[in-house]
C-alpha cells in the first residue's frame, strides 16, 4: 500500500471520524426547512404566534388532526413536519423515564445527576433551586439539538407530601404548600429560561411597584400574542390533582377517588399549582389518574378550567400517561371509551400521554361525541406552544439555543452544582456531644458498612437517567482515609436475613470510626409502590445496634431514601453518636457527605416533612383529611395539623454550629390597623359575616398598606461559618384555632453566617397572604386580634385591628 493511499485511508478515517458528531448533530429534522417548507404562513416568525397556529390548523385534515393527540406525533410528511415526542422527563437531571429521551444513541452519553428533589428542598435555597433548574435547560437544549431529547418535560412534581408512606413524596419539594410553591416557581421559571430568580425579595419589589397585584390573573402579555412568551424548554407541573398515593391496600392511583374538602383545597392541595402557572407561568399542566370528589382529574372541566380562567394558564394540558382510558377502564365513569375521550376533550385535556385518543377519537366524531372545534382548541394549545419552543422557526442549530451541545453537559461546573446541592440538602439529624466532625488527620481507619455503602446510580432515586460520574458513599470516604474497608452486612436493602453480619461485625472491630449506611432505595418506595412501614427494613436496625454495640467508638449512622423513617431505636442510643440523612444524594452525594464527616462543609439542610413514628401507619393513607378528627382518632397530617407525636419535625436540622436568633424590630408587640379613619366608609361595605375577621379579597387594597418588615439577628456561636435556614411561623389569634394550622410557615431564607458573629435579615411579612387562614369553605379570611410569629423559640405578637 502506498504511502499516499494510506495517508489519503487514514485522512478519509479521522474526517470519518470528525464528521461522527456532525452527522448526528443534523439528525433531528426541523419542519420549515427549505426549500420546499419553509414558506407556509406558520413558519413565519414576523406573524404572531396564534395566527401561526391557526394558519397550520387550516392546513390539516380531521384525520391529520387526530394524530396530533398523542405525545408520540408521527409528524405531517406533505408539510416537512417530522415526529414530535412530547413525553421528556427532567425531574432533577435529564432522566431516561420517557421515550423523548435516550442516553443510547448519539453524542451524549450521561447528564448531570442532581440529588432528589426532596433533598434538594431541604436546602431551603432558592438561588440553588433556580440554577439546578437552569443547568438541566442547557442540557436539555444540549440533548434536544443533536437528536437525544424533545423540548418539552414533565417536571416538577408539586404534589403536596402528605402521608410518609407515599412512594413518589420523594419527588416532591416536601410537605408545606408554601414551600412547594417556592420550589415550583424557582424551577419553572429557572427551566423555561428566565434569567433571574423569583426569589424572596424579588417577588416583593415587583408587588411594592404595584405592576402585579396578588392573586390577579393573566395580567402579563403571555403566550398570547408571540410577544415576551419564549420558552427555552417547557416545564409542566403535575400532577394535578390531589395526587399522592400510589398503591395501598385496596386503593390504586388509577381509580382512587381523592375525597377533599375545599377548604383543604384551598390552602393545600391547591396552591403549588397555583404558584406554579400564575407565579412561574409554566407551559404545561398534568393532570392526575385520580378523580377528586368523584370526578377524574382529567375529565374535570371546572378543575381544568380553573387553571385557564383564574390563573392566567396558557400553555397545553396532557394527560398522565393513559389516564384518558382510566377515566372509562379503572374509574368507570363513563359508559364507553368514545366517552372518555369527549370528556377529557371537552373539560380541557389537550393531548392524551398514550394512544387512547389516537384510537378512539375518530368514532367519537362520528358518533357525534366530539366536535371538530374541540379536537382544534386542544391543537391551538399544543401548537402554540411549540411555536414559542421555535419548534416551527426554522433551523434550530441557527438559532438562539443552537449553540448548545456535548460540550455543554455534564461540565464541571454541572457537577460542582450537584454536589454543592447535596452538600446543602444534608441533615444532620443527631450528633451528640459533637461527636461529627472527625479531623481527617487523626482518623487511622474507617468501616463503612450497610447495603447502601457501595450504591451508585441507586443514589438518585426515581426518575434518573445515566449520571455522568457516578460515584458511591465509599468512592467519597476513599478520598479522606487510604484505609476503608467495606461490607454490606445485608445482601440489599430489603436485608431479609442476617447471614452477613459475621463479616461486617469483623471489618467494624479492626476499623478505628464505623459509618452504617442504612435506609431505603426503590425497592422500598418508588411509583406504583408505597410502603406499609416506616421501619427500616428486615434485619436493617439489627445490623446497626449489633455494630454499634461492637465498634470502638460510638458509631454514624447514615440515611438514605426521601420517606421519613421511624429511627427512634437509635435515637436515644449513646453508641450512635450521629445521625445524618442524605436522601438520594445523586451523583454529588458520596463526596458531599465525606466533606461533610471531616468538616469541610458544615451542613445546615432542615426536613422539608416530619418524621412520623411507626404507630402512623394505623391513619388510613387514602383519607385525605389535613385536618385531625379526634372522634376517629384521626391525628391530621403535617406540622401544619398533626397533633400526635413525632421522630423529627419538619424544619428540624443540627449543624456544626450553635445559632441563636433575635428579633430586632418592630417591638414585642406591634398593632396594624386595616383602616384608616378615612376609610370608614370601606369599612362599612367590605365587612361580611362576622365582624372579628376580614375577608382577604375583600380587603385586597389594603393589604400592601398593612405589610410590615421584620428584622432578624442571626448569632452563629459556633467555631465554624456556615448556612444556616431561617424559618419564621406564624399562629392565629385565640379563638380561631378550630381548623386552623397549628403553624403555618411565613418565610424561610437560607443565611450565610460566619462564626462567632452576628449576620441580619430582613422578611417583610404581608399579613393578607402570610397572617390569613382558609375557612371551611374555602375563603381567604384574616383573623383580627394577636397573631404570634415564631422564630426558633422566640415569640412575637402582631395584633391586626380595624
Ligand atoms: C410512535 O409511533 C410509531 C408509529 O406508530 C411507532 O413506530 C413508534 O414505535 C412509536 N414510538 C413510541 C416511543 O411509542
Ligand atoms: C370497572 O369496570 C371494570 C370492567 O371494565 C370492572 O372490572 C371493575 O370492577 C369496575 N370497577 C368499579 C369500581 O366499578
Ligand atoms: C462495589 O461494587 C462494585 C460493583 O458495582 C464492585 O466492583 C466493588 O468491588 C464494590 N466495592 C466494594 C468495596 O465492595
Ligand atoms: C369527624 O369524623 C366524624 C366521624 O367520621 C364525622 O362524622 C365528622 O363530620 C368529622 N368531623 C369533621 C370536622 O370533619
Ligand atoms: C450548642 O449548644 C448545645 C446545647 O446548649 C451544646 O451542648 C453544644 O456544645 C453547643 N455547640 C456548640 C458548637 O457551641
Ligand atoms: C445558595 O445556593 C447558591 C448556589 O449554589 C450558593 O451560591 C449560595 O451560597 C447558597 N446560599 C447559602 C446561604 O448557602
Given at each position: 500500500m502506498s504511502s499516499t493511499i494510506t495517508t489519503a485511508i487514514i485522512l478519509l478515517l479521522f474526517i470519518t471520524l470528525?464528521?461522527?458528531?456532525?452527522?448526528?448533530?443534523?439528525?433531528?429534522?426541523f419542519p420549515c426547512q427549505p426549500p420546499h417548507h419553509n414558506s407556509y404562513p406558520f413558519c413565519n416568525t414576523a406573524l404572531p404566534i396564534p395566527t401561526r397556529a391557526q394558519s397550520l390548523l387550516s392546513l390539516l385534515s380531521l384525520s391529520e388532526k387526530i394524530k396530533r393527540l398523542s405525545n408520540n406525533d408521527t409528524g405531517i410528511p406533505r408539510l416537512g413536519i417530522p415526529p414530535y415526542e412530547w413525553w421528556s422527563e427532567s425531574l432533577h437531571g435529564i432522566a431516561s423515564n420517557g421515550p423523548g429521551v435516550t442516553f443510547e444513541t448519539g453524542p451524549i452519553p450521561a447528564a448531570t445527576g442532581f440529588p432528589q428533589v426532596i433533598l434538594t428542598t431541604s436546602s431551603f435555597n432558592r438561588t440553588l433551586w433556580f440554577s439546578i433548574a437552569s443547568v438541566i435547560a442547557v442540557e436539555a437544549r444540549a440533548m434536544y439539538n443533536v437528536g437525544q431529547a424533545g423540548l418539552t418535560f414533565w417536571a416538577p412534581t408539586i404534589n403536596i407530601f402528605r402521608d410518609p408512606r407515599w412512594g413518589r413524596g420523594q419527588e416532591t419539594p416536601g410537605e408545606d404548600p408554601m414551600v412547594v410553591s417556592a420550589y415550583s416557581v424557582e424551577y419553572v421559571r429557572g427551566f423555561q429560561g428566565e434569567k433571574t430568580t423569583e426569589g424572596r425579595n424579588r417577588y416583593q419589589d415587583t408587588k411594592r411597584k404595584g405592576r402585579r397585584r396578588v392573586l390577579s390573573g393573566a395580567d402579563d402579555n403571555h403566550g398570547g400574542d408571540g410577544g415576551g412568551d419564549e420558552l427555552m424548554v417547557s416545564a409542566c407541573c403535575k400532577h394535578f390533582s390531589a395526587y399522592d398515593l400510589e398503591f395501598w391496600g385496596n386503593y390504586?392511583?388509577?381509580?382512587?377517588?381523592?375525597?377533599?374538602?375545599?377548604q383543604d383545597m384551598q390552602d393545600t392541595y391547591e396552591p403549588p399549582f397555583r404558584s406554579c402557572i400564575q407565579k412561574a407561568k409554566a407551559s404545561c399542566l398534568m393532570c392526575s389518574y385520580n378523580a377528586v370528589n368523584g370526578i377524574p382529574a382529567c375529565a374535570d372541566k371546572k378543575l381544568l378550567q380553573k387553571a385557564r380562567t383564574e390563573w392566567?394558564?396558557?400553555?397545553?394540558?396532557?394527560?398522565?400517561?393513559?389516564?384518558?382510558?382510566?377515566?372509562?377502564?379503572?374509574?368507570?365513569?363513563?359508559?364507553?371509551?368514545?366517552?372518555?375521550?369527549?370528556?377529557?376533550?371537552?373539560?380541557?385535556?389537550?393531548?392524551?400521554?398514550?394512544?387512547?385518543?389516537?384510537?378512539?377519537?375518530?368514532?367519537?366524531?362520528?358518533?357525534?361525541?366530539?366536535?371538530?372545534?374541540?379536537?382544534?382548541?386542544?391543537?391551538l394549545n399544543l401548537f402554540k406552544v411549540q411555536l414559542r419552543l421555535g419548534l416551527y422557526d426554522g433551523d434550530l442549530i441557527k438559532g438562539k439555543y443552537g449553540k448548545f451541545g456535548p460540550q455543554d453537559v455534564c461540565t464541571s461546573n454541572h457537577k460542582n452544582l450537584a454536589l454543592e446541592a447535596a452538600k446543602q440538602g444534608i441533615v444532620l439529624l443527631k450528633n451528640d456531644n459533637n461527636f461529627l466532625p472527625l479531623k481527617k488527620n487523626l482518623v487511622s481507619s474507617l468501616a463503612v458498612i450497610g447495603p447502601m455503602a457501595n450504591a451508585t446510580s441507586k443514589l438518585g432515586g426515581g426518575y434518573i437517567g445515566v449520571p455522568c460520574s457516578p460515584k458511591s458513599i465509599i468512592d467519597g470516604f476513599k478520598k479522606y482515609i487510604k484505609k476503608t474497608s467495606h461490607s454490606s452486612g445485608c445482601v440489599d436493602v430489603a436485608c431479609a436475613s442476617n447471614s452477613k453480619f459475621p463479616e461486617a461485625i469483623s471489618i467494624s472491630k479492626?476499623?478505628?470510626?464505623?459509618?452504617?449506611?442504612?435506609?431505603?432505595?426503590?425497592?422500598?418506595?418508588?411509583?406504583?409502590?408505597?410502603?406499609?412501614?416506616?421501619?427500616l427494613p428486615g434485619y436493617q436496625s439489627a445490623l446497626i445496634t449489633t455494630i454499634a454495640a461492637i465498634s470502638k467508638k460510638p458509631i454514624v449512622l447514615v440515611l438514605t431514601g426521601g420517606g421519613p423513617l421511624d429511627v427512634s431505636f437509635a435515637q436515644g442510643d449513646p453508641r450512635i453518636a450521629t445521625i445524618i440523612w442524605v436522601g438520594y444524594p445523586g451523583e454529588g452525594g458520596g463526596a458531599a457527605l465525606a466533606q461533610i464527616v471531616f468538616g469541610d462543609h458544615n451542613p445546615g439542610g432542615k426536613l422539608p416533612v416530619t418524621w412520623y413514628p411507626q404507630s402512623f401507619t394505623s391513619v388510613a393513607m387514602n383519607d385525605m383529611h389535613m385536618r385531625p378528627n379526634l372522634s376517629h382518632n384521626?391525628?391530621?397530617?403535617?406540622?401544619?395539623?398533626?397533633?400526635?407525636?413525632?421522630?423529627?419535625k419538619f424544619g428540624h436540622g443540627l449543624s456544626y454550629s450553635n445559632y441563636t436568633y433575635n428579633i430586632l424590630s418592630p417591638p414585642t408587640k406591634s398593632i396594624l390597623h386595616v383602616f384608616n379613619s378615612q376609610k370608614t366608609n370601606i369599612l362599612q361595605q367590605t365587612i361580611t359575616g362576622s365582624s372579628n375577621y376580614l375577608y382577604v379579597d375583600k380587603i385586597q387594597?389594603?393589604?400592601?398598606?398593612?405589610?410590615?418588615?421584620?428584622?432578624?439577628?442571626?448569632?452563629?456561636?459556633?467555631?465554624?461559618?456556615?448556612?444556616?435556614?431561617?424559618?419564621?411561623?406564624?399562629?392565629?389569634?385565640?379563638g380561631f384555632e378550630q381548623g386552623a394550622p397549628l403553624k403555618q410557615l411565613v418565610e424561610f431564607e437560607r443565611v450565610h453566617t460566619l462564626s462567632y458573629l452576628d449576620?441580619?435579615?430582613?422578611?417583610?411579612?404581608?399579613?393578607?397572604?402570610?397572617?390569613?387562614?382558609?375557612?371551611?369553605?374555602?375563603?381567604?379570611?384574616?383573623p383580627l386580634g394577636d397573631h404570634t410569629l415564631l422564630l426558633d423559640d422566640l415569640h412575637h405578637i402582631v395584633s391586626i385591628a380595624m
Open positions: 470528525i464528521n461522527i458528531p456532525n452527522s448526528q448533530s443534523q439528525s433531528p429534522k390504586a392511583r388509577y381509580n382512587f377517588n381523592a375525597i377533599v374538602t375545599e392566567g394558564f396558557k400553555g397545553y394540558i396532557t394527560s398522565d400517561c393513559d389516564a384518558v382510558a382510566t377515566i372509562y377502564e379503572y374509574q368507570n365513569y363513563t359508559k364507553s371509551p368514545e366517552d372518555a375521550v369527549a370528556i377529557a376533550l371537552k373539560a380541557g385535556t389537550d393531548i392524551n400521554c398514550g394512544t387512547y385518543m389516537l384510537i378512539h377519537t375518530k368514532s367519537a366524531v362520528e358518533k357525534g361525541k366530539v366536535k371538530e372545534e374541540e379536537i382544534d382548541k386542544a391543537l479492626e476499623a478505628e470510626f464505623v459509618i452504617i449506611v442504612a435506609g431505603i432505595d426503590l425497592s422500598q418506595e418508588t411509583e406504583d409502590h408505597d410502603r406499609f412501614s416506616l421501619l384521626y391525628p391530621g397530617r403535617t406540622y401544619r395539623f398533626y397533633t400526635g407525636p413525632t421522630v423529627y387594597q389594603h393589604c400592601d398598606s398593612l405589610r410590615f418588615p421584620i428584622q432578624i439577628s442571626i448569632t452563629n456561636h459556633g467555631p465554624f461559618d456556615g448556612s444556616t435556614v431561617v424559618m419564621l411561623f406564624a399562629q392565629v389569634p385565640k449576620t441580619n435579615l430582613r422578611i417583610l411579612v404581608d399579613p393578607c397572604k402570610h397572617l390569613s387562614i382558609v375557612d371551611e369553605f374555602g375563603k381567604m379570611i384574616l
